[in-house]
């Protein structure tokens, strides 16, 4: 099977970059960028609406895909994608910028899934792991990368996080100068293979992925939106809380790289298993007072994200045939950002924080014994 040159598997890994990018962004200059938007409450929408409008635009992406080809829809998502990101510069007011950031979220999901079904069509097998995992260690870098960047241009001027959408655009050009639109030999592949996916995986069907995907999720991200909180609450500054959030990206970009060959010695659950079981003891951490702590839990849970979401994608591609791969990736990406923007009502469960980290420690135990069991079963 040929593969991508290099140039154009680097344009891939770019593109998947932006994933994390649409909500986090504004993240760091949230306060001074809601304001100059006109927005005077609610401002952790700008964060969260995206999530949302992936929800609910992926299966309108995923029957374009099927029915147009990923990389015709790539091609515009990357475009709007630019157009849309930025253009809110030009918006004020609630109703323009939530619509905007609502419809900034529907674009993402037709990023995410037709750049993953681009990567489905150039790999095969193992080599296809490999790079679903690297696909996971450039959005999680993504969000070190442009998490950054944000911050460093929102203590400039509030406006300029935006145009860092338009880097979208450039990606645009190196996937037309660096990716084939057809590749004979992956396509001559796909259609002798498209009736050879697996219907489940080591005891786990795609319904089983999906629901996983998202507890998955859930559970990560709900750190994302609490730990500024908790650590604000302990007398962390800004800056420590963001080099936290970044080592915790950090590890689980070298997580994901390690996946593939833990898979060799650990069938698909019981590496769930120990996802979950990262996840648990990182919550354990996070509602202890110790900065040594603080960091173990930050190392665990990036541990869990690098063994859980790149491949639960990868088992989203293996079971898919070639031709509903893009809905069935689109579902991915439902579940995903689902997970995401749940967490957004996570600080205003009863008790606190410190409740939910036991809550999440609990539920990730009980998930991790019973992927533990289904791998068990499965060996």
């Given at each position: 099977?040929?593969?991508?040159?290099?140039?154009?598997?680097?344009?891939?890994?770019?593109?998947?970059?932006?994933?994390?990018?649409?909500?986090?962004?504004?993240?760091?200059?949230?306060?001074?960028?809601?304001?100059?938007?006109?927005?005077?409450g609610?401002s952790?929408?700008?964060?969260?609406?995206p999530?949302?409008?992936?929800?609910?635009?992926?299966?309108?992406?995923?029957?374009?895909i099927?029915?147009?080809?990923?990389?015709?829809?790539?091609?515009?998502?990357?475009?709007?994608?630019?157009?849309?990101?930025?253009?809110?510069?030009?918006?004020?007011?609630?109703?323009?910028?939530?619509?905007?950031?609502f419809?900034?979220?529907?674009?993402?999901?037709?990023?995410?899934?037709?750049?993953?079904?681009?990567?489905?069509?150039?790999?095969?097998?193992?080599?296809?792991?490999?790079?679903?995992?690297?696909?996971?260690?450039?959005?999680?870098?993504?969000?070190?990368?442009?998490?950054?960047?944000?911050?460093?241009?929102?203590?400039?001027?509030w406006?300029?996080?935006?145009?860092?959408?338009?880097?979208?655009?450039?990606?645009?050009?190196?996937?037309?100068?660096?990716?084939?639109?057809?590749?004979?030999?992956?396509?001559?592949?796909?259609?002798?293979?498209?009736?050879?996916?697996?219907?489940?995986?080591?005891?786990?069907?795609?319904?089983?992925?999906?629901?996983?995907?998202?507890?998955?999720?859930?559970?990560?991200?709900?750190?994302?939106?609490l730990?500024?909180?908790?650590?604000?609450?302990?007398?962390?500054?800004?800056?420590?809380?963001?080099?936290?959030?970044?080592?915790?990206?950090?590890?689980?970009v070298?997580?994901?790289?390690?996946?593939?060959?833990?898979?060799?010695?650990?069938?698909?659950?019981?590496?769930?298993?120990?996802a979950?079981?990262?996840?648990?003891?990182?919550?354990?951490?996070?509602?202890?007072?110790?900065?040594?702590?603080?960091?173990?839990?930050?190392?665990?849970?990036?541990?869990g994200?690098?063994f859980s979401?790149?491949?639960?994608?990868?088992?989203?591609?293996?079971?898919?045939?070639?031709?509903?791969?893009?809905?069935?990736?689109s579902?991915?990406?439902?579940a995903?950002?689902?997970?995401?923007?749940?967490?957004?009502?996570?600080?205003?469960?009863?008790?606190?924080?410190?409740?939910?980290?036991?809550?999440?420690?609990?539920?990730?135990?009980?998930?991790?014994?019973?992927?533990?069991?289904?791998?068990?079963?499965?060996?």
């Open positions: 099977m040929n593969q991508l040159k290099t140039a154009g598997s680097f344009t891939l890994l770019c593109i998947a970059s932006l994933t994390i990018m649409v909500g986090t962004l504004l993240a760091p200059g949230l306060v001074s960028i809601s304001a100059g938007l006109g927005i005077t609610n952790v929408l700008l964060i969260t609406l999530s949302l409008g992936a929800v609910v635009f992926a299966p309108l992406a995923g029957k374009l099927d029915k147009y080809g990923a990389y015709k829809l790539l091609m515009i998502g990357l475009f709007l994608y630019g157009l849309a990101g930025a253009s809110a510069y030009l918006l004020h007011g609630p109703a323009q910028v939530f619509s905007n950031r419809l900034l979220g529907g674009i993402t999901a037709g990023v995410m899934a037709s750049c993953t079904v681009l990567i489905s069509t150039w790999y095969q097998g193992e080599a296809r792991l490999k790079m679903i995992a690297k696909q996971g260690m450039s959005i999680e870098l993504g969000g070190v990368i442009f998490l950054f960047l944000g911050g460093l241009l929102a203590s400039q001027f406006a300029l996080p935006l145009s860092i959408y338009l880097i979208a655009w450039v990606f645009l050009a190196m996937l037309l100068l660096f990716v084939p639109r057809h590749h004979a030999t992956a396509v001559n592949h796909e259609q002798i293979t498209k009736d050879d996916s697996k219907t489940i995986i080591s005891g786990l069907s795609l319904k089983n992925v999906y629901l996983i995907s998202t507890l998955a999720m859930t559970i990560f991200f709900t750190s994302t939106v730990l500024p909180i908790t650590m604000h609450e302990l007398s962390y500054n800004e800056s420590q809380i963001g080099q936290l959030l970044a080592f915790i990206s950090l590890v689980a070298v997580t994901a790289g390690f996946m593939p060959k833990i898979i060799k010695w650990l069938n698909e659950p019981k590496v769930l298993a120990l979950f079981l990262a996840f648990a003891l990182s919550y354990i951490c996070f509602t202890q007072a110790s900065s040594l702590l603080l960091v173990l839990g930050a190392l665990l849970i990036g541990i994200f690098g979401i790149p491949l639960l994608n990868h088992m989203t591609v293996e079971l898919s045939a070639a031709k509903v791969r893009g809905r069935n990736l579902y991915f990406t439902m995903v950002f689902s997970g995401q923007f749940f967490t957004s009502f996570m600080e205003y469960m009863p008790g606190g924080a410190h409740n939910v980290f036991i809550m999440c420690s609990v539920f990730s135990v009980i998930i991790s014994m019973v992927l533990f069991v289904k791998g068990r079963k499965a060996a």
